[in-house]
């Protein structure tokens, strides 16, 4: 069986960073998105990959070479951004008629028990209840718990089951008919070929899809978002301290310091993360992301983002200041 993971978009709901890199490879916890969906693939048996890349691709390609040598992975680019029906439909000479696939999109970390899902015997997408519906794709059920209809961000949701961006397909045949289907007829959702539409014409056409619960989910498509997915990912996995780390700084876990990051003077946490060959210096900083050879010096941060290569150079003040006096040095 193969993973199929959608990587092209450009994420511009990311700017600046994503001027860069791709939204895929931006760090959370210690290792770029990306990597946390392989490592949980790869777990439950997945070593069979197919990535859609376009914006940066490169740079994806080149991850996945360094990191997961020992997968077999093949690389298909999409270059204009049409939607994901469209990235799936460029890659199906990479998969067979009726061999299951699952479609992961890559900027979606996830908790779920896929080996169940496998097991099943019949096609299933990743749902959780989501307060606002109207934000993503929603699976409506019938009674006997299999899915009736599937809306892409509907203005009046009649669910709130939220569709994750976990797919496992049994019947790839039919998807790939659908997905021939949809583009040749331009059907198109806020003018884009959605996963969605493909897969309701394949219930339309008789296919069975059932649903599961994802046991966590993060859609890591926002600044907010992401340091809440790497807080949350934090608490979980508790990562250990370089050794020595601790002798010249306070450290308030949970945090996550590269073994070849240089971080001195400092105090770091809650909620940190700092990236390879990184150097910190009479900082304080707390829920923040610190990129790969990122310096930053004589600077106090919180709930910041701080890209790969980027410098913040503080101020360092000396003062001698009497009684009742009022200093004030933010910006006017």
């Excluded at 080149?62 to 049409?82: E, M, P």
């Excluded at 896929?114 to 794709?137: A, E, T, Y």
């Excluded at 780390?245 to 700092?274: F, T």
Aim: charged share 20%.
């Amino acid at each position: 069986m193969k993973a199929i993971i959608p990587v092209a978009g450009i994420g511009s709901r990311l700017k600046p960073h994503t001027h860069t890199q791709p939204k895929s490879l931006i760090p959370v916890a210690g290792k770029p998105i990306l990597g946390h969906i392989v490592d949980n693939l790869t777990a439950a048996g997945i070593t069979d990959f197919v990535f859609i890349i376009g914006y940066l691709g490169d740079k994806i390609e080149q991850y996945i070479s360094d990191h997961y040598a020992n997968c077999r992975s093949k690389f298909v680019i999409q270059t204009l951004g049409k939607g994901i029906g469209h990235a799936i439909w460029l890659a199906r000479e990479e998969f067979e008629d009726e061999e299951p696939v699952l479609i992961v999109l890559g900027d979606t970390i996830f908790e779920a028990n896929l080996s169940n899902v496998i097991q099943g015997g019949v096609s299933s997408l990743g749902v959780k209840k989501v307060d606002d519906p109207r934000l993503f794709g929603v699976a409506e059920l019938n009674d006997d718990g299999s899915i009736r209809r599937l809306n892409e961000k509907p203005a009046i949701p009649r669910s709130n089951l939220a569709l994750v961006g976990l797919y496992y397909i049994r019947e790839t045949g039919i998807l790939k008919d659908c997905l021939g289907f949809n583009i040749e007829n331009e059907i198109r959702t806020q003018n884009e070929y959605h996963l969605t539409d493909a897969l309701q014409c394949m219930i339309d056409r008789g296919v069975r899809m059932e649903t599961f619960q994802v046991d966590s989910w993060f859609d890591c498509g926002k600044k907010e978002i992401i340091l809440q997915t790497n807080r949350n990912l934090l608490k979980r996995e508790n990562p250990e301290l370089p050794v020595g780390v601790e002798k010249s700084n306070i450290i308030v876990p949970p945090v996550y310091i590269s073994p070849s990051a240089r971080v001195e003077n400092s105090i770091i946490g809650p909620d940190v993360s700092i990236g390879d060959h990184a150097v910190i210096s009479r900082t304080i900083v707390k829920n923040t992301i610190i990129g790969p050879y990122a310096e930053l010096q004589n600077a106090i941060l919180e709930n910041s983002l701080i890209g790969s290569d980027a410098s913040l150079i503080g101020a360092v003040h000396s003062l001698n200041i009497g009684d009742s006096a009022e200093i004030n040095l933010r910006d006017s």
